[in-house]
């Protein structure tokens, strides 16, 4: 049951991103890109991120799934 949790979760984190990066009609506006990541090994975050902003982002996520799992194991 917590993977399918996991499993759900994420896929609402995913497509949400594509739907916020979707074009807008009749908006032209310059666009700063950035991108940032976690790979969780066992309990061990690793995060990178383009900018500082987009780091602490990641790393805000990693902490939130880490006390995802830790509560749904148990």
Known sequence: AGCLLLAFV???VAL?????????EGHKT????SSGGVVLIGPLP???GSDRRTALLA???ALIVVIMVLLLVQ
């Open 10 to 12: 994420a896929a609402i």
């Open 46 to 48: 690793i995060v990178w």
């Open 30 to 33: 310059e666009t700063m890109t």
């Open 59 to 61: 790393v805000v996520i």
């Open 16 to 24: 949400s991103s594509f739907w916020t990066l979707a074009p807008r």
